[in-house]
């Protein structure tokens, strides 16, 4: 999704808030800048916010000083947090431009104004009105986040300024400046994986960082409903009802996975049969489903008839797709049904003390058996893989670090499994075919533990993804011309293509550079700029033609040489042996000219070496 992309959604909400307020009473702002930075405030509260009740918030009018919105609302643990935010609406020519670090270090003094209680009363009542709330609360200690929003980029210019404000006034007060793709990124997660990690106006408590009550499902004086296993790490085996599981997603939503190795999936099959059971025939619940595996690395002790145990921290590892479904079932039942389901649905409980996170992969790696793990659910909280991810953002090609994590998507968006993704990758930019074609899982093991491993040679700080998506962009137009079939994305598995994609590229590469006379020519930068562009499509289908040619005629088809079949294994399977294959070309005299005379003059078929070039 491109900035112009998120600006005009941004922008089509705002005509509707515009809309709905000019319904009711109209502004007193005459001017189009002046009622978008309204509406932009208001889209502010509701989206991050969560409250339609802008009017008592909305500070901006006369003398505001660098304060459009003074919020406050109650945290996950009840506490009362402020937020005092001044944001800043642009039109959609300048969304590509800077923010000014003039107007962020202004707003910056404004705060601490306002912050030191030396601001004094103005003609702005709903300011001051909310600005005594605040005083009051910042006298009794109380946690406050200033923001700054603009609809424009970052500027590291105030970086400095801002550094220096979150020092003096830590660890209660916070500034936080956040530009147009921060907010995209935001509102990608939020409307299409339907989840918010860092809401920068909530303040985000972990379930590993606060107490966190569970209830056991007790009969009674009975003491064989607990079961505690005392060996290499210490565990407990018990009951919950389903409103436990419900309470849990609904305070943490799915931080309560944050360190598990993927998300519910949303379209599995046993999703599906959790709901069915959990309605239909609750009673017989627990005999179908294995329950949830919980980890905490505080001490634990649950006495023999204890109802309810508090955890310091607490991660469920396993059974994801239980405590989703449970919840989403609980949310959209009647109160009748929660009644049922609380009265006869059991769910196993099994609490785990670990602080050891090898440990804590190996336990979601063996209890997962409904939807089995693949080598890449590991690297799924890998920062390598969060980067590319929020980086992919920009395009119409997104990267899908963990499986399912995209629960709907915006049209002309493509969601891409990063296996598929750092395969291309590894092909057409690290140009090493045979280390793919040799082994599909290799790419997402590490060296440390696998002699074959790849992962970090693929994923390190030099990765970009936008390399990435070079790769894909020209994979696709070489599956087109190979098999003649517009909109195929994807190979039948073949594999053998591989080879001659890496190849391509580089005879491209060497010939954009003739044509254009430029030796430093960004090959990834002109294939994601042209490669729609039918002239780029028929350059790279000549050059794909003259790559196949030479290989076939030089190692395969030579009748002189009785080694073709050798050759072809070596081709794809043997690094060295392909490596000497990529030098012959780059030595080449290359240009559009000589390609296009030698595929006039040369077909592929059992000709002689002397009829190929050679380098």
């Given at each position: 999704?491109?900035?112009?992309?998120?600006?005009?959604?941004?922008?089509?909400?705002?005509?509707?808030?515009?809309?709905?307020?000019?319904?009711?009473?109209?502004?007193?702002?005459?001017?189009?800048?002046?009622?978008?930075?309204?509406?932009?405030?208001?889209?502010?509260?509701?989206?991050?916010?969560l409250t339609g009740k802008y009017n008592e918030y909305i500070t901006d009018g006369p003398d505001d000083?660098?304060?459009?919105?003074?919020?406050?609302?109650?945290?996950?643990?009840?506490?009362?947090?402020?937020?005092?935010?001044?944001?800043?609406?642009?039109?959609a020519g300048n969304i590509g431009t800077k923010m000014d670090a003039k107007d962020i270090k202004q707003a910056i003094n404004d705060f601490e104004t306002i912050l030191t209680g030396n601001r004094q009363e103005t003609n702005n009542l709903q300011f001051n009105k909310k600005n005594a709330e605040l005083q009051k609360h910042l006298s009794k200690n109380g946690r406050v986040k200033f923001l700054f929003l603009g609809l424009c980029n970052n500027s590291l210019d105030a970086a400095e300024n801002i550094d220096s404000f979150n020092?003096?006034?830590?660890?209660?007060?916070?500034?936080?400046?956040?530009d147009i793709n921060r907010i995209k990124s935001d509102y990608i997660e939020t409307m299409y994986k339907e989840v918010v990690l860092n809401n920068p106006l909530d303040f985000n408590y972990r379930?590993?960082?606060?107490?966190?009550?569970?209830?056991?499902?007790?009969?009674?004086?009975?003491?064989?409903?607990?079961?505690?296993?005392?060996?290499?790490?210490?565990a407990y085996i018990f009951l919950i009802r389903p409103k436990v599981l419900y309470s849990l997603f609904k305070k943490f939503g799915f931080q309560l996975f944050?360190?598990?190795?993927?998300?519910?999936?949303?379209?599995?099959?046993y999703n599906a049969q959790i709901a069915k059971t959990l309605l239909e025939h609750p009673d017989q619940?627990?005999?179908?489903?294995?329950?949830?595996?919980?980890?905490?690395?505080?001490?634990?002790?649950?006495?023999?008839?204890a109802t309810e145990v508090v955890l310091q921290d607490l991660q469920l590892i396993n059974g994801a797709q239980t405590a989703y479904s449970v919840y989403k079932c609980y949310e959209e039942g009647s109160k009748s049904q929660r009644k049922k389901m609380d009265e006869h649905a059991k769910i196993t409980f099994r609490l785990i003390v670990s602080d050891?996170?090898?440990?804590?992969?190996?336990?979601?790696?063996?209890?997962?058996?409904?939807?089995?793990?693949?080598?890449?659910?590991?690297?799924?909280?890998?920062?390598?893989?969060?980067?590319?991810?929020?980086?992919?953002?920009?395009?119409?090609?997104?990267?899908?670090?963990?499986?399912?994590?995209?629960?709907?998507?915006?049209?002309?968006?493509?969601?891409?499994?990063?296996?598929?993704?750092?395969?291309?990758?590894?092909?057409?930019?690290?140009?090493?075919?045979?280390?793919?074609?040799?082994?599909?899982?290799?790419?997402?093991?590490?060296?440390?533990?696998?002699?074959d491993g790849l992962y970090e040679f693929v994923f390190n700080d030099d990765t970009r993804y936008s390399d990435m998506i070079a790769s894909f962009r020209l994979f696709k137009v070489n599956i087109i011309s190979t098999y003649s079939k517009p909109g195929v994305d994807f190979p039948p598995d073949d594999r053998t293509l591989m080879p001659f994609l890496?190849?391509?590229?580089?005879?491209?590469?060497?010939?954009?550079?003739?044509?254009?006379?430029?030796?430093?020519?960004?090959?990834?930068?002109?294939?994601?700029?042209?490669?729609?562009?039918?002239?780029?499509?028929?350059m790279h289908q000549s050059v794909r033609s003259f790559v196949a040619t030479n290989v076939f005629n030089r190692y395969f088809l030579n009748p002189e040489n009785g080694e073709s079949q050798i050759n072809f294994n070596r081709f794809m399977s043997d690094r060295d042996f392909f490596a000497e294959i990529k030098e012959w070309f780059k030595q080449m005299p290359l240009s559009f000219e000589i390609i296009e005379k030698y595929n006039k003059e040369v077909k592929a078929g059992p000709l002689k070496v002397g009829n190929a070039i050679k380098g």
């Amino acid at each position: 999704m491109t900035t112009s992309a998120f600006y005009e959604i941004v922008d089509n909400h705002l005509d509707n808030i515009l809309a709905d307020i000019d319904r009711v009473a109209s502004l007193p702002h005459k001017k189009i800048e002046q009622r978008k930075g309204y509406a932009f405030l208001v889209w502010i509260l509701r989206f991050y916010g969560l409250t339609g009740k802008y009017n008592e918030y909305i500070t901006d009018g006369p003398d505001d000083q660098s304060c459009d919105i003074i919020l406050n609302k109650k945290s996950q643990i009840d506490e009362d947090i402020f937020y005092v935010i001044q944001s800043k609406w642009n039109t959609a020519g300048n969304i590509g431009t800077k923010m000014d670090a003039k107007d962020i270090k202004q707003a910056i003094n404004d705060f601490e104004t306002i912050l030191t209680g030396n601001r004094q009363e103005t003609n702005n009542l709903q300011f001051n009105k909310k600005n005594a709330e605040l005083q009051k609360h910042l006298s009794k200690n109380g946690r406050v986040k200033f923001l700054f929003l603009g609809l424009c980029n970052n500027s590291l210019d105030a970086a400095e300024n801002i550094d220096s404000f979150n020092v003096r006034y830590s660890p209660k007060i916070s500034l936080e400046i956040l530009d147009i793709n921060r907010i995209k990124s935001d509102y990608i997660e939020t409307m299409y994986k339907e989840v918010v990690l860092n809401n920068p106006l909530d303040f985000n408590y972990r379930p590993e960082n606060v107490p966190v009550i569970i209830e056991i499902d007790r009969y009674g004086q009975c003491r064989r409903d607990l079961l505690e296993v005392d060996g290499k790490n210490k565990a407990y085996i018990f009951l919950i009802r389903p409103k436990v599981l419900y309470s849990l997603f609904k305070k943490f939503g799915f931080q309560l996975f944050y360190r598990n190795l993927r998300n519910p999936l949303p379209k599995s099959h046993y999703n599906a049969q959790i709901a069915k059971t959990l309605l239909e025939h609750p009673d017989q619940f627990w005999y179908f489903n294995n329950g949830i595996t919980g980890i905490t690395s505080s001490k634990v002790d649950i006495g023999t008839l204890a109802t309810e145990v508090v955890l310091q921290d607490l991660q469920l590892i396993n059974g994801a797709q239980t405590a989703y479904s449970v919840y989403k079932c609980y949310e959209e039942g009647s109160k009748s049904q929660r009644k049922k389901m609380d009265e006869h649905a059991k769910i196993t409980f099994r609490l785990i003390v670990s602080d050891d996170s090898v440990f804590d992969k190996a336990i979601t790696q063996f209890t997962n058996s409904q939807n089995p793990l693949l080598p890449a659910d590991f690297y799924a909280n890998d920062p390598i893989q969060t980067r590319l991810q929020v980086e992919s953002y920009a395009y119409d090609l997104w990267y899908e670090k963990r499986r399912g994590e995209f629960r709907n998507k915006p049209d002309g968006v493509t969601v891409i499994d990063k296996e598929t993704l750092a395969r291309i990758y590894v092909v057409a930019h690290l140009e090493e075919p045979v280390l793919v074609f040799n082994s599909l899982d290799n790419v997402f093991q590490s060296a440390k533990y696998h002699k074959d491993g790849l992962y970090e040679f693929v994923f390190n700080d030099d990765t970009r993804y936008s390399d990435m998506i070079a790769s894909f962009r020209l994979f696709k137009v070489n599956i087109i011309s190979t098999y003649s079939k517009p909109g195929v994305d994807f190979p039948p598995d073949d594999r053998t293509l591989m080879p001659f994609l890496t190849l391509s590229k580089i005879v491209l590469h060497r010939c954009l550079m003739d044509k254009f006379r430029s030796p430093k020519l960004n090959i990834n930068a002109y294939i994601l700029k042209h490669h729609e562009d039918e002239d780029f499509k028929e350059m790279h289908q000549s050059v794909r033609s003259f790559v196949a040619t030479n290989v076939f005629n030089r190692y395969f088809l030579n009748p002189e040489n009785g080694e073709s079949q050798i050759n072809f294994n070596r081709f794809m399977s043997d690094r060295d042996f392909f490596a000497e294959i990529k030098e012959w070309f780059k030595q080449m005299p290359l240009s559009f000219e000589i390609i296009e005379k030698y595929n006039k003059e040369v077909k592929a078929g059992p000709l002689k070496v002397g009829n190929a070039i050679k380098g």
